[in-house]
């Protein structure tokens, strides 16, 4: 999965002192709208995945189920944010990779491993959504803490074990350029004999893409139809009613999300290993950024859609702030105030 290199199937499609040569229009460009963007994104993604964290990890009160798969959620999103994109953007301002073998293969892994992470915990928390509207009684078994917890354990050991093969797929290529006497470097994939890149891309995608978004509809959809059996013919209290549009409200916009953010650069990595995309005009090193702009923002969007979204941890999050606020406020030859709210939160869910 070469998501950090913009520049290797040029190399191999095309001259590099042409490519090199026609990249000099936009590279000014470059070297200030990617890490623009990138740097938004890494630190939005930070700040909003940690504050994600450290709200539910301090208030013991919202250790729920649901809530323990958005930790899981933000920890893999964090990750991302931390360990891949930053290195991203330094690939696409230099146009090479400076960092060596060993990193090259360790950030390939760990972009799949996230990849993997967050999308298949949007299928566990789309399970835990399923069960708890369309099985709300005969679920109570399964909705447990400690179940939550074997799958999240089962998630990463079956994700940091999959993914071990991109590491030994990955290295450094070397690519002199005669007519400059530069030799550039580029973090790519290597051919091998036991997994051609085009079987692999194709796999990656029906597996982080394909398949899990099928899951994530198929599931919402059930869950729509129950919402709304419920609501005819019955009843329903205004508190109820909110509820409802808000499940269903999140549940559009989580679908519709990770489904835009990452289309774009699945298609791409898709038809650049069926050798029907090559990056080597403007027009499609343009469109290959942007591409990996968009997956790259559902690093920091998510917080958004399963927090912010979200009555209880919207309370939470205010009343984080305000207590750090208020805690900058103390001098230090001021005693504490006796007791406060902070630290405690009646939200129990979403």
């Given at each position: 999965?070469?998501?950090?290199?913009?520049?290797?199937?040029?190399?191999?499609?095309?001259?590099?002192?042409?490519?090199?040569?026609?990249?000099?229009d936009?590279?000014s460009?470059?070297?200030?709208?990617?890490?623009?963007?990138?740097?938004?994104?890494?630190?939005?993604?930070?700040?909003?995945?940690?504050?994600?964290?450290?709200?539910?990890?301090?208030?013991?009160?919202?250790?729920?189920?649901?809530?323990?798969?958005?930790?899981?959620?933000?920890?893999?999103?964090?990750?991302?944010?931390i360990?891949c994109?930053?290195?991203t953007?330094?690939?696409?301002?230099?146009?090479?990779?400076?960092?060596?073998?060993?990193w090259?293969?360790?950030?390939?892994?760990?972009?799949?491993?996230?990849?993997?992470?967050?999308?298949?915990?949007?299928?566990?928390?789309s399970?835990?959504?399923?069960?708890a509207?369309?099985h709300?009684?005969?679920?109570?078994?399964?909705?447990?803490?400690?179940i939550?917890?074997?799958?999240?354990?089962?998630?990463?050991a079956?994700?940091l074990?999959?993914?071990l093969?991109?590491?030994?797929?990955?290295?450094?290529?070397l690519s002199h350029?005669?007519s400059?006497?530069?030799?550039?470097?580029?973090?790519?994939?290597?051919?091998?004999?036991?997994?051609?890149?085009s079987?692999y891309?194709?796999?990656?995608?029906?597996?982080?893409?394909?398949?899990?978004?099928?899951?994530?509809?198929?599931?919402?959809?059930?869950?729509?139809?129950?919402?709304?059996?419920?609501?005819s013919?019955?009843?329903?209290?205004?508190?109820?009613?909110?509820?409802?549009?808000?499940?269903?409200?999140?549940?559009?916009?989580?679908?519709?999300a990770f489904a835009?953010?990452?289309?774009?650069?699945?298609?791409?990595?898709?038809?650049?290993?069926?050798?029907?995309?090559?990056?080597?005009?403007?027009?499609?090193?343009?469109?290959?950024?942007v591409?990996?702009?968009?997956a790259?923002?559902?690093?920091?969007?998510n917080?958004?859609?399963?927090?912010?979204?979200?009555?209880n941890?919207?309370k939470?999050?205010?009343?984080?702030?305000?207590?750090?606020?208020?805690y900058?406020?103390?001098?230090?030859?001021?005693?504490?105030?006796?007791?406060?709210?902070?630290?405690?939160?009646?939200?129990?869910?979403?």
């Amino acid at each position: 999965l070469e998501l950090t290199t913009m520049s290797s199937d040029s190399a191999a499609n095309a001259t590099l002192s042409n490519f090199v040569a026609e990249m000099e229009d936009i590279r000014s460009v470059i070297r200030w709208v990617v890490p623009l963007f990138f740097g938004i994104i890494a630190i939005t993604g930070f700040l909003g995945n940690l504050l994600v964290i450290l709200v539910v990890m301090l208030n013991k009160n919202m250790h729920s189920t649901t809530n323990l798969l958005i930790v899981n959620l933000a920890a893999a999103d964090l990750m991302f944010v931390i360990f891949c994109v930053p290195f991203t953007g330094v690939d696409y301002v230099t146009l090479h990779w400076p960092f060596g073998t060993l990193w090259c293969r360790a950030v390939q892994y760990l972009i799949v491993v996230t990849a993997y992470a967050s999308i298949y915990t949007l299928v566990l928390m789309s399970v835990d959504r399923f069960l708890a509207v369309v099985h709300p009684i005969r679920s109570r078994m399964l909705r447990t803490e400690h179940i939550t917890k074997i799958a999240i354990f089962t998630l990463w050991a079956v994700v940091l074990t999959i993914s071990l093969p991109v590491t030994f797929a990955h290295d450094v290529v070397l690519s002199h350029d005669n007519s400059t006497n530069t030799t550039w470097s580029f973090c790519r994939y290597t051919d091998n004999d036991w997994l051609d890149l085009s079987t692999y891309q194709v796999t990656f995608f029906i597996t982080s893409y394909l398949l899990p978004l099928m899951i994530i509809s198929g599931l919402y959809v059930r869950m729509i139809m129950r919402l709304w059996r419920q609501g005819s013919g019955v009843r329903m209290s205004k508190e109820s009613q909110r509820g409802r549009k808000r499940v269903t409200r999140l549940v559009v916009v989580v679908v519709i999300a990770f489904a835009s953010l990452w289309l774009p650069v699945q298609l791409i990595l898709l038809l650049r290993a069926l050798d029907i995309y090559t990056s080597t005009t403007l027009f499609s090193v343009i469109l290959q950024i942007v591409a990996h702009t968009m997956a790259y923002t559902s690093s920091c969007i998510n917080p958004l859609l399963y927090a912010f979204l979200s009555d209880n941890f919207r309370k939470a999050f205010y009343k984080a702030i305000d207590c750090s606020n208020r805690y900058q406020n103390y001098t230090s030859d001021l005693p504490p105030p006796r007791k406060t709210s902070c630290g405690r939160t009646s939200t129990t869910g979403l």
